[in-house]
């Protein structure tokens, strides 16, 4: 369930493409099978992490002869909405998108799962309230989250002991003193270990660059009447001033320098795992990576630092996750269904699923299975996953383009493109409301 940067895909087209096809219709919308003899899931997984999945899916389908379940796995939206368009959809897909649950809610390109819910007394509370609103749209719920991911700290013990730092910081300020003591530069100024990278773009621990920081600021992306509100809200322009202070403390030449000779991140020479940055923003998963490919790294995790003015922040997080669902057109709709509520809320295969990729367990029963592997460092992000306080990307009609257009706006800033930060914010807000018109009244995300 990797974050990846390139995972904000162009969902212009998502949007714009499951909205002609839901005009059009499907022969097979809401068709039923008595015999239902296969059972097609599409997710986003590949090689180790699909393989775990596909166990996962195994043991179901060993308990259940009257399907037969077959997993595709490396599918992203582009793929899951050309499906749909074409009238061939799977039975179940699902997405590391959890952003475009805007589009697929309110296009109808997934089905509503209201009335499963409800005819199996499926009782939501047993997930967090992030997870419940990032798996819905407007009230019509055409999601379930399977596993989650939650952003915390990883940092490097052997080079704190160095640097003479005896635990985590828990405010930025923390953070910025502790990056200086951290880096370290060669004579001629070059980088050569960096104490934290701030930059916008830099591996999935900067996802949609400013969305992971946005709990730990306090700030919000839309007010009560869904208007962008980034210009007006303090707590935005505090978050990219304390971002560019720091990119300008490294030099914005020598950080692009410096990343250009790093490892990639999902890699045996990822920056963190070789030495090459003391802290680094992640999610979850980089705990299995780690055990993988650096098993004697020496490291800790921790909640995120926050902003000094919100002590009271501190424990929570960044939060997105899988989300599963049943599109329109599929041919085994009560089958699907079926699988569906196993895969998130039955606690074994929740635990055996989060052992195997090291996600987090996506309900609080889960999150407590005697199943789970102990492991401290894992158990932070769980903690972190059901803290009230953590948060999610806002979930609208325009689904992941609104974050294109601030990813976009960030690049900018750090860069020293934006020469006054109130106008430039002024300029994004109105762009985000633009987008968010044309995708409400019908067209998709422009």
Not at 134 to 139: D, H, L, W
Request: hydrophobic share 40%; aromatic share 10%.
């Amino acid at each position: 369930m990797r974050r990846v940067t390139g995972s904000l895909l162009a969902a212009a087209a998502v949007g714009a493409a499951l909205t002609a096809a839901i005009t059009m219709g499907s022969a097979h919308a809401g068709a039923r099978s008595a015999k239902a003899d296969k059972l097609v899931v599409w997710v986003g997984w590949s090689k180790r992490e699909l393989s775990v999945f596909k166990s996962v899916v195994s043991e179901y389908d060993a308990k259940h002869p009257e399907v037969q379940i077959k997993v595709v796995g490396s599918i992203n939206d582009t793929k899951i909405t050309n499906a749909i368009r074409s009238g061939n959809a799977p039975d179940v897909v699902s997405s590391f998108t959890s952003a475009n649950v805007g589009v697929y809610c309110g296009t109808g390109a997934w089905v509503d799962l209201s009335p499963y819910l409800k005819k199996d007394h499926v009782d939501l509370s047993q997930f967090p309230k992030t997870s419940l609103y990032y798996t819905q749209y407007k009230g019509k719920r055409c999601a379930l989250p399977l596993l989650a991911d939650s952003y915390g700290l990883y940092y490097n013990k052997a080079l704190f002991r160095k640097a003479g730092i005896t635990k985590p910081p828990k405010t930025f300020t923390e953070l910025a003193a502790d990056a200086k003591k951290l880096t370290q530069r060669a004579k001629s100024g070059k980088l050569k270990v960096m104490g934290f990278d701030p930059f916008w773009g830099f591996y999935s621990g900067n996802f949609a660059d400013m969305t992971n920081y946005a709990p730990l600021f306090a700030a919000t992306y839309l007010d009560g009447k869904g208007k962008a509100i980034l210009a007006s809200r303090f707590a935005w322009s505090k978050l990219l001033r304390w971002q560019k202070k720091l990119i300008d403390y490294y030099g914005y030449d020598k950080v692009v320098r410096f990343q250009a000779g790093l490892g990639d991140e999902f890699s045996p020479s990822n920056a963190f795992e070789v030495g090459k940055i003391a802290m680094l923003m992640d999610g979850e998963w980089r705990v299995a990576f780690i055990a993988a490919e650096h098993p004697k790294l020496s490291y800790g995790t921790a909640p995120m630092p926050v902003d000094d003015a919100h002590p009271n922040l501190y424990g929570a997080g960044s939060v997105n996750g899988t989300i599963i669902g049943i599109p329109k057109g599929g041919k085994h709709a009560d089958e699907a269904w079926a699988l569906v509520k196993y895969l998130t809320t039955n606690d074994h295969a929740l635990a055996k699923f989060s052992n195997g990729i090291r996600n987090v367990p996506s309900t609080r029963t889960s999150a407590k299975s005697p199943e789970l592997k102990p492991d401290p460092r894992f158990q932070t992000f769980i903690r972190i996953f059901n803290n009230p306080n953590s948060a999610t990307a806002p979930i609208t009609a325009a689904g992941n383009a609104n974050l294109t257009l601030v990813g976009r706006f960030t690049v900018k800033w750090q860069a020293g493109k934006v020469k006054n930060l109130h106008d430039g914010l002024k300029k994004l807000d109105r762009q985000i409301d633009a987008q968010n018109a044309q995708a409400s009244a019908g067209g998709g995300p422009p």
